[in-house]
Nanobody, 121 residues
Framework: QVQLVESGGGLVQPGGSLTLSCAASGTIFIISNMGWYRQAPGKQRELVAT???????NYADSVKGRFTISRDNAKNTVYLQMNNLKPEDAAVYYC???????????????WGQGTQVTVSS
């Protein structure tokens, strides 16, 4: 089993910053893509940012220029630096990783439990 634990969420004022982290643990052969998704009340879960094992990043248009995704492969950890936060960024943020547990078997997605980000004056 792969366990993903997110941390770093909380309450921040508009224009403020937060850094989220997600650490993967368990029996893992390789981790390929990692990413962050978010879900606001009444809305579908949406992609925020992804990063490949080689460091290639992809961002939702709504967060480009404000959010930065990074990873520490030695620690199996992915980060999301969020700057200039807006009220519309408020959501539960979920960590996602695509991992191979057993060699030569297909990779699969694993999800964290989510961490709440609230943006309010």
């Amino acid at each position: 089993q792969v366990q993903l634990v997110e941390s770093g969420g909380g309450l921040v004022q508009p224009g403020g910053s937060l850094t989220l982290s997600c650490a993967a643990s368990g029996t893992i052969f390789i981790i390929s893509n990692m990413g962050w998704y978010r879900q606001a009340p009444g809305k579908q879960r949406e992609l925020v940012a992804t990063i490949t094992s080689g460091g290639t990043t992809n961002y939702a248009d709504s967060v480009k220029g404000r959010f930065t995704i990074s990873r520490d492969n030695a620690k199996n950890t992915v980060y999301l630096q969020m700057n200039n936060l807006k009220p519309e960024d408020a959501a539960v943020y979920y960590c996602n990783t695509e991992a191979v547990i057993t060699p030569f078997l297909p990779s699969r997605d694993y999800w964290g439990q989510g961490t709440q980000v609230t943006v309010s004056s």
